[in-house]
């Protein structure tokens, strides 16, 4: 085979490989539907066209060169289509980007925040495959962070937010982004805040800071303790009893006693027929939170984002800070931040205009109410209706909060779901199953 003839037969297979993975990008219209879209507007979730492959082929003696800067962004469902609502309100910014940006061609397209047509698994197969339609700023969860860095799919922000911006960030929200005294990516929303939630028109009694004093009261508590939601609440007990999650040699590690004391707290509950029986089978909040409307119990464990979009209007569903071995525990929080996944200068200047634009705390303050999510950013939050009950008691647990240590995926959680699961289930005691999650964790 003549060297043209392979040249050419090259050609043929890049080509049809790179076909192949923007056909793989695109979502089905039947599980992504695209959201409508404001007169005007940028669409929210667009697919780039496959390329056409013609008969004829030419190879090209000299190197293309676009004369219009372009800018490529991904966005997770959860984020681009929380709401019908929230969905306009982004297409109407992106919108005011193009048009304050007129030479920039600016592509918007919808990708997974997990699985296997994940955001982070099409970088890394796209970076050698297709490098020219990965994209410049991308939103994914904040628990992304660390792996992203680790493999140069994603760049700190380097000077492209304005101090001021991070300066408005909650405590908590700002440090789960710092790395190596860097900052990996700009938080825009807080997710996982725990509250107690409660019946007021059954909850009469002013609600203790105190889990002893709670689990007192004539009412049962309904949560997941088949799932991460139970870890999560072992972990802030754990935590409030003074537990570290390393060793002295900075090794993985939980600590006994610390342990038996957070667990002690559900085992006593359960035993005692506060938390409900039922609880055991349950591993998420949308579970939990179903057997709790239906009246079966008068508290319940959620989160801000559940809350926020099922609480109802005549505000019989109420929420608290979950009691604590002596106060109320501080609340641990995850969310989603905006990072720069591109190492072109021209392109990371772009992707940071436009970062700083969607952060805007009027707009990210109207498109986090409309979407039910917490801001991240302290001033956005005033954008959120005044005569709101729950505005001051959100911007107070904001305040408290402290970040996610660990991976949600981590083995730390998976011993601490384990053992609140035995605990809830009263296979074992509160001693016994911290002495196993303990050994579990040893090298």
Same mark, same amino acid.
């Given at each position: 085979?003549?060297?043209?003839?392979?040249?050419?037969?090259?050609?043929?297979?890049?080509?049809?490989?790179?076909?192949?993975?923007?056909?793989?990008?695109?979502?089905?219209?039947?599980?992504?539907?695209?959201?409508?879209? &404001?007169? !005007?507007?940028?669409? =929210? #979730? *667009?697919?780039? %066209?496959?390329?056409?492959?013609?008969? $004829?082929?030419?190879?090209? /003696?000299?190197?293309?060169?676009?004369?219009?800067?372009?800018?490529?962004?991904?966005?997770?469902?959860?984020?681009?289509?929380?709401?019908?609502?929230?969905?306009?309100?982004?297409?109407?910014?992106?919108?005011?980007?193009?048009?304050?940006?007129?030479?920039?061609?600016?592509?918007?397209?919808?990708?997974?925040?997990?699985?296997?047509?994940?955001?982070?698994?099409?970088?890394?197969?796209?970076?050698?495959?297709?490098?020219?339609?990965?994209?410049?700023?991308?939103?994914?969860?904040?628990?992304?962070?660390?792996?992203?860095?680790?493999?140069?799919?994603?760049?700190?922000?380097?000077?492209?937010?304005?101090?001021?911006?991070?300066?408005?960030?909650?405590?908590?929200?700002?440090?789960?982004?710092?790395?190596?005294?860097? &900052?990996? !990516?700009?938080?825009? =929303? #807080? *997710?996982?805040? %725990?509250?107690?939630?409660?019946?007021? $028109?059954?909850?009469?009694? /002013?609600?203790?800071?105190?889990?002893?004093?709670?689990?007192?009261?004539?009412?049962?508590?309904?949560?997941?303790?088949?799932?991460?939601?139970?870890?999560?609440?072992?972990?802030?007990?754990?935590?409030?009893?003074?537990?570290?999650?390393?060793?002295?040699?900075?090794?993985?590690?939980?600590?006994?006693?610390?342990?038996?004391?957070?667990?002690?707290?559900?085992?006593?509950?359960?035993?005692?027929?506060?938390?409900?029986?039922?609880?055991?089978?349950?591993?998420?909040?949308?579970?939990?939170?179903?057997?709790?409307?239906?009246?079966?119990?008068?508290?319940?464990?959620?989160?801000?984002?559940?809350?926020?979009?099922?609480?109802?209007?005549?505000?019989?569903?109420?929420?608290?800070?979950?009691?604590?071995?002596?106060?109320?525990?501080?609340?641990?929080?995850?969310?989603?931040?905006?990072?720069?996944?591109?190492?072109?200068?021209?392109?990371?200047?772009?992707?940071?205009?436009?970062?700083?634009?969607?952060?805007?705390?009027?707009?990210?303050?109207?498109?986090?109410?409309?979407?039910?999510?917490?801001?991240?950013?302290?001033?956005?939050?005033?954008?959120?209706?005044?005569?709101?009950?729950?505005?001051?008691?959100?911007?107070?647990?904001?305040?408290?909060?402290?970040?996610?240590?660990?991976?949600?995926?981590?083995?730390?959680?998976?011993?601490?779901?384990?053992?609140?699961?035995?605990?809830?289930?009263?296979?074992?005691?509160?001693?016994?199953?911290?002495?196993?999650?303990?050994?579990?964790?040893?090298?």
């Amino acid at each position: 085979m003549n060297k043209k003839v392979s040249l050419l037969f090259f050609l043929l297979l890049w080509l049809t490989v790179s076909c192949d993975l923007i056909n793989n990008f695109n979502q089905d219209p039947a599980v992504n539907p695209t959201p409508e879209t &404001v007169p !005007g507007s940028t669409a =929210v #979730v *667009t697919s780039p %066209p496959a390329a056409e492959i013609t008969p $004829d082929i030419a190879i090209p /003696t000299t190197a293309v060169t676009q004369t219009r800067p372009s800018l490529r962004v991904w966005i997770p469902p959860e984020i681009a289509l929380a709401t019908e609502e929230s969905a306009a309100i982004l297409n109407t910014q992106l919108a005011a980007f193009r048009s304050s940006h007129p030479n920039v061609q600016l592509t918007i397209e919808q990708k997974s925040a997990s699985g296997q047509s994940s955001i982070l698994n099409y970088l890394r197969s796209g970076r050698t495959i297709a490098p020219t339609i990965l994209p410049d700023l991308i939103a994914i969860p904040i628990d992304q962070i660390n792996p992203a860095l680790n493999e140069e799919l994603i760049y700190p922000l380097n000077g492209l937010v304005d101090t001021t911006l991070l300066e408005d960030l909650y405590p908590a929200a700002l440090e789960l982004v710092i790395r190596n005294n860097q &900052v990996s !990516g700009y938080p825009f =929303v #807080v *997710t996982g805040l %725990p509250h107690l939630a409660y019946n007021s $028109d059954v909850v009469t009694e /002013t609600i203790p800071i105190r889990w002893e004093t709670l689990t007192t009261l004539p009412h049962r508590l309904v949560f997941p303790a088949n799932g991460t939601p139970g870890g999560l609440l072992c972990l802030e007990f754990y935590l409030d009893a003074g537990g570290s999650l390393t060793n002295e040699a900075g090794q993985t590690a939980l600590q006994v006693e610390p342990l038996a004391t957070a667990l002690q707290q559900l085992f006593t509950a359960k035993s005692s027929g506060f938390i409900l029986d039922q609880s055991s089978n349950y591993s998420t909040l949308q579970e939990s939170w179903q057997m709790f409307q239906t009246g079966t119990t008068a508290f319940a464990l959620t989160s801000s984002e559940q809350y926020l979009r099922q609480r109802d209007e005549a505000g019989v569903f109420q929420v608290t800070a979950v009691p604590g071995l002596q106060q109320p525990l501080n609340p641990i929080i995850s969310g989603w931040a905006w990072a720069i996944s591109t190492s072109d200068p021209t392109r990371r200047v772009l992707a940071g205009e436009l970062l700083t634009s969607l952060i805007d705390s009027s707009i990210l303050g109207e498109w986090s109410y409309a979407s039910h999510y917490l801001p991240a950013r302290q001033s956005a939050l005033a954008f959120w209706p005044d005569d709101d009950p729950y505005v001051p008691f959100a911007r107070e647990q904001l305040n408290r909060a402290r970040p996610m240590p660990i991976s949600s995926t981590s083995s730390i959680m998976t011993v601490l779901n384990n053992a609140v699961f035995d605990v809830v289930t009263l296979a074992k005691t509160p001693q016994v199953a911290a002495e196993e999650a303990a050994a579990a964790l040893q090298p």
